[in-house]
Nanobody
């Protein structure tokens, strides 16, 4: 069992930065933690992911070079978002899936989800 809780969303101007946190409790060490985002009227897409065991990372094309995912040594995964754009406006969710050699894109592969946190980027 894994419980996930996001925080750190808010309103920021284009070009600004935000850091999201995902507090993970339970048996997280055998899981990968991912950040998905869902913009209004669109599907949920994988933005970034990290494998807890070896800190391998994945980034979606739309966030490469601007977002950084990391974790601490205890229970939190971070998403540092720099040079934010209005297109980054979305609800951001963290999700957990058993660690494997790749990071799944299908939502059905993720067993646990947080409640989401809103990020709004104004132009």
């Amino acid at each position: 069992q894994v419980q996930l809780e996001e925080s750190g969303g808010g309103l920021v101007q284009a070009g600004g930065s935000l850091r999201l946190s995902c507090l993970a409790s339970g048996t997280v060490h055998s899981y990968s933690i991912s950040w998905f985002r869902q913009a209004p009227g669109k599907g949920r897409e994988l933005a970034a992911a990290i494998a807890w065991s070896d800190s391998r990372t994945y980034y979606g094309d739309s966030v490469k070079g601007r977002f950084t995912i990391s974790r601490d040594n205890k229970d939190t995964v971070y998403l540092q978002m720099n040079n934010l754009k209005p297109d980054d406006t979305a609800v951001y969710y963290c999700a957990a899936t058993p660690t494997r050699s790749y990071f799944p894109l299908l939502l059905s592969e993720y067993h646990y989800w947080g409640q989401g946190t809103q990020v709004t980027v104004s132009s």
